[in-house]
C-alpha cells in the first residue's frame, strides 16, 4: 500500500508515522483530555485498515484528514486541535521550499506525479527532467506572483484545471495549425538562417520537419501540418527528374519512346516520395524539442483540399506512402517493429475514398489495414464536417484538429475568405463538472447556481490567460511570428490584432459529464433522461462561452479536454470532498469530456450514434472513439465502423492495443494487474516481465497514442475498458 507525499514522491503506507503523530500531539493536552494509548492504535489501526479498503494511494492529507476525523470521533477535540495546529504550522514551513523538495524529487526520479505525468516523457532523461524543473519553478512563479488566488486554491482543490501552468510564467500558447505552406512557397527563417523555396519534394519534407521541431519549441501544445502543402513539391521533383532521364539517354546515344522515360520518371518519382514520408516519420520520432519529448505533431490527409488533379493524384501517392510506412512502423532498440507515438495520422472520409467504385477507395482500405495494427489514422468525416462547421458566409469547411482535438472555429478574413493554417489556440481552463453535482446534492436549482459560479471563476482564469499573452513581441518566437508558421509580422510588433476577433480561440474545457448527471439524477447518458440532462448541461457551457464572446471579441469555445494525468487529479479531489459515491467518485478516474464512462457495455455504432450528439455542441475540440480487438483479421467489420463515421460523426478512432515483450518476443497485449502493495503495475502474459524498461506498451489515452506510461487513475480506467465491437 503506497501513499504520495506532498513533493511527489510515492513511499509505502507506515501506520506508525501516524500512530507517534498524534502521540505527539496528546502529550501536549492535560491528561484528563488526553487519548489512552489503546485509543491511539485503534486510530492507526482504523486508518490503515480504510486506506486498504479503498485500494488506491491516498495523499498525506487525505490521511491526516481522516485523522483529524477519528480523534474527533474520540471525543478529544483538545488533542485535534492540538494536531491541526501542528499541520498548520508544518504547511508553513512547507510553502517556502516545497518547489526545492519538487525539484530534488525530479533528479532522484522519484516523483510519481511527474513521473507519469505525461505519457510520451521519459523523466529519467536530462532534458525532460530540464524541463520539468523549470515548469517547477514557473507553476511557483505563476502560483505566488502572476495568478489570482482564487484561481490558484480553484486549481490546488481539483474544482477546476489551469492547464499548463507550468508554461504559464513565459508568453507562450497553446497549439497551432502550421502554414507550412506559406513557409515553404514564400521562404523562412530558421535558427537565424534563410530557408529559400525547396528545389525537390524530398528537400521539402526535410525543412518541415525542421518547422515542426522550431514550432514545438516554441509553443506548448499540438500542432497540425497538412501532406497537401507539400504536395506540389512533388511536381517539382518530377520535372527536375524528367529533365535527369532525358539527359542521361541523349549522354548514352540510346533512343527511347515517351511512354518508357513517362515510366522510368513515375518509379523515381515513388522513390522520391518514400525517401521523404521516411524523412518526416523517423525525423518526427527521433527528434527530442526543448521540452524533452518527440513534436507531439499531427499529419493531415485529404484529398480535397488538392488545387488540381495533378496534385490530387500525387497527394494520393504520398498518402499511399504514409500509411505503408507507419504500419511497418519503427523499429525499437531491439530492432523490433513496434508503434510510435507521432506523428498523429488522420485521414480524411470523402466521396472520393469512401465507396468501392470510388477513385481512392483503396486509400481506405491501406487505412483501414494501418488503423487495425498500429492505432491510426483516425478519421474525418467530410460529409459531417461541411454540414457542422459553417462559417459566416454559410460555407461548410473540412479541415483539421490542433494535435490531437483542439479544432479551431470558422472563420473569415478581411477578404471574405476562410482561413485556418497560420491560427492558434490561446490555452484552456477546464470545469470538473462531478464536483458541481456532487455539491447540490440532487438539487437542482442548487446545482445551476454552482455551475454559474464555477463558469464565472473559469472565465476569470481563461482572461488571465488571454492577458499574459497581450502584449507579447513577434520576437518572442520569430518563427512562429515573423518566419511564417503562423504569421508574418515585424520586429518588434505585437501578436495583440490576432488574439481577438476570432483569429484564435479560447478554450473552456469540460469534464466528466458521465458522473456530474449521474450524481444530479442516477441515470446515465445513455438512458433517455441522462442523455437529455447531458445535452441541457453542454448547451449551458455552449451559452456562456458565447456570452463571453459576444461581450469581449475574443473567440471562446467549448472544449471536450482530453485529461491525462487530470483525470486522477479530478477524482481525488471528489473523494477528498464527498468520500466514496457510487457511479461517481468510486474510481480513480473520471470520464474525459461526454464520452460514455469505459466499463459501459455499448456497441460501437449506438455509442458513436449517441456521441455524435455530444460532440456536435463542443466545438472546440473531441474527439469519439471506439474500443476494439485485434482486428487485423477482420478487416470487413472496421470498413464497417469507418462508414458508419463517414455518415454519422465528425472525428472518431479506433482503439485496439499494440504491445512488445523485450524480454521474450511476446507481441500482443501487454496486461495490467496488481502488485502485493495493491499498486496497478503493467506485466507481460507470457513471460511475466514487469521491468516497464523492457517493454513497448502503446495505448490511446485521450485522443492520442501515449508510450511511457501513465498514472494510476489512467492506468485503472485503461484496465476496465469494455470493447465496444
Sequence with gaps: MKILKRSGAEVDFDVTKIIDAVTKANQTVDYSKALTAEQINAIGSYIEELCKALNRALSVEEIQDMVETQIMKAGAFEVAKKYITYRYVRSLVRHVNSTDKQILTLIECNN???????????????????????????????????????????HNDGIIHFHDMDYYAQHMHNCDLVNLEDMLQNGTVISGTMIDRPHSFSTACNIATQIIAQVASNQYGGQSITLTHLAPFVEVSRKHILKEVREEFAQAKAEVDEKTISKIVEDRVRDEISKGIQTIQYQVVTLMTTNGQAPFVTVFMYLGEAKNEREKRDLAMMIEETLKQRYKGVKNEAGVYITPAFPKLIYVLEEQNIEPDSPYYYLTELAAKCTAKRMVPDYISEKMMLKNKIDKNGEGHCYTCMGCRSFLTPYVDENGKPKYYGRFNQGVVTVNLPDIGLAAHGDMEKFWEIFDERMELCHRALQCRHERLSGTLSDAAPILWQHGALLRLKKGETIDKYLHGGYSTLSLGYAGLWECVYALIQKKLTEPEGEALGLEIMRKLNSYTAKWKAAENIDYSLYGTPLESTTYKFAKALQRHFGIVPGVSDKNYITNSYHVHVTEKIDAFAKLALESKFQLLSPGGAISYVEVPNMQNNLMAVMLVIRYIYDNIMYAELNTKSDYCQVCGFDGEIEIVKDESGK??????????????????????????????????????????????
Excluded: F
Design 112 to 154: 510519481e506525479d511527474i513521473k507519469q505525468e505525461n505519457s510520451n516523457k521519459n523523466p529519467t532523461i536530462n532534458s525532460v527532467q530540464r524541463d520539468y524543473m523549470a515548469g517547477e519553478v514557473s507553476k511557483d512563479i505563476a502560483s505566488r506572483i502572476l495568478l489570482p488566488q482564487e484561481i490558484v486554491e480553484a
Design 680 to 725: 496497478l503495475i503493467w506485466r507481460c502474459p507470457n513471460c511475466g516481465n514487469t521491468d516497464q524498461n523492457k517493454m513497448n506498451v502503446a495505448r490511446r489515452t485521450c485522443g492520442y497514442i501515449g508510450t511511457q506510461y501513465w498514472n494510476q487513475g489512467r492506468t485503472q480506467e485503461i484496465s476496465e475498458r469494455v470493447l465496444h465491437l
